[in-house]
């Protein structure tokens, strides 16, 4: 006599942990029913029931119409609150901090931004945070007991040369003295990190699907995310890709090796170099004192209007090189989904984007399954998103954390 196999079930070690499961079917579901909720999650109709009014009750999950009617009475739709409870995202940067309240869903429901310089004072900046979000809560409508954290990006090394001094949240711990201004719990992780949280927490992405964020700021690291968390290696160092090796003719890194993407192929890098044609920053029409951010940004607007000019081959050269990073990790990792993210790609992110596919044609991996390839809106604005869904993943999926 056979038997029948037993469905999969969401049931955790302990009641928490199963509706911390369910709630992260919810959000992967956008909209979904109790009866097709039972049925994905392997539970009981009670069990379910429980569970949401437990969410409902919370604020956490709202009714959200009804279903299209299969004959009977049409089913009622669950989805994650927007109403109730909020998280705040936070990037730390220079000149500008971008200070974002978040809905339960990963949308934004309001931004401020605070201007900031090195020789700041910290604590009179995050004084300016605190007031920040304190009118952002009243903007909405809302008050202090309604958030559930706030999560912090940090940018990565953004000076290979080791020329900049070390900015001001690199010198204090942010966490203890912005908790202690504004008494709510705050986390900190590094912006791929952030990049890739938001992509999973908003993008309708399941925990059985793994894949990498490449986040292109001043640098270019990768967001790694497996079985529904971020992948951080022993000392919290995966997905440094500014280390691999991607130029045979590249010059040599600070980290002793060369031709690593951190000098041949990050935006910085590439600043950098133009910063050393002072013909082509002439025909820019920049001054060799300009930031070098506005470099990047103004090679990258030129690589776009004038595709057959010096400025595209650069570009295009620092796409390959990323690309070939990429292509690394694809292979290493078994990925079917690379999602470029970022300010740094905000100018000529449609050159990396194709760059990127193209040299995923030819890989190993592609000859074994599709691998797609994804291209963000990108901005502060969306990194600090990326903060907000840190807390959001964190206090309202912990199952994923272990």
Request: glycine letters at 10%; hydrophobic letters at 45%.
């Amino acid at each position: 006599m056979s038997s029948e196999p037993s469905r999969p079930t969401l049931r955790g070690r302990s009641s928490a942990e199963t509706r911390s499961a369910v709630l992260d079917l919810i959000r992967s579901s956008g909209e979904i029913t109790r009866v097709e909720l039972s049925r994905r999650a392997g539970l009981t109709e009670a069990t379910i029931s429980k569970i949401v009014s437990e969410l409902i009750a919370n604020g956490v999950v709202v009714n959200a119409g009804r279903a299209q009617s299969t004959g009977g009475k049409p089913a009622t739709l669950l989805r994650l609150s927007t109403t109730e409870l909020f998280s705040v995202g936070i990037v730390l940067d220079l000149p500008q901090i971008v200070v974002v309240l978040s809905s339960l869903d990963g949308a934004a429901a309001g931004t401020a931004e605070i201007a900031a310089t090195r020789e700041d004072d910290p604590d009179a900046v995050l004084a300016r945070i605190v007031v920040a979000i304190h009118e952002l809560l009243a903007e909405h409508g809302t008050t202090r007991e309604s958030l559930i954290g706030i999560g912090v990006a940090l940018p990565g090394r953004r000076d290979y040369q080791g020329a900049n001094p070390l900015d001001w949240w690199e010198q204090i711990s942010v966490r203890e003295r912005l908790e202690k201004l504004i008494g709510i719990e705050v986390l900190l992780e590094n912006d791929a990190n952030c990049a890739a949280l938001q992509e999973f927490w908003s993008g309708g992405i399941t925990p059985e699907r793994d894949f990498v964020v490449v986040y292109a700021a001043d640098g270019v690291g990768a967001g790694i995310v497996i079985d529904g968390d971020v992948y951080r290696g022993r000392s919290g160092q995966a997905g440094e890709i500014g280390h691999v090796f991607v130029d045979g003719d590249g010059p040599e890194c600070w980290c002793g090796r060369r031709g690593c993407l951190e000098v041949t192929g990050t935006p910085l890098a590439l600043a950098h170099r133009v910063h050393r044609m002072p013909d082509l920053l002439a025909e820019l029409g920049l001054d060799p004192d300009v930031p070098l951010r506005a470099i990047y940004a103004a090679v990258a607007e030129r690589a776009v209007a004038e595709p057959g000019g010096r400025a595209a081959e650069l570009v295009w050269g620092a796409a390959e090189r990323v690309a070939t990073a990429i292509v690394g990790m694809v292979n290493t990792l078994d990925l079917d989904l690379v999602v470029l993210a970022g300010p740094g790609f905000a100018d000529a992110g449609k050159i990396y984007l194709e760059t990127t596919r193209a040299a995923l044609e030819h890989t190993y991996v592609r000859s074994v399954h599709p691998v797609e390839v994804r291209l963000r809106a990108s901005g502060t604005d969306s990194s600090a998103l990326g903060a907000a869904s840190l807390v959001l993943h964190r206090r309202l999926t912990p199952h994923h954390a272990g």
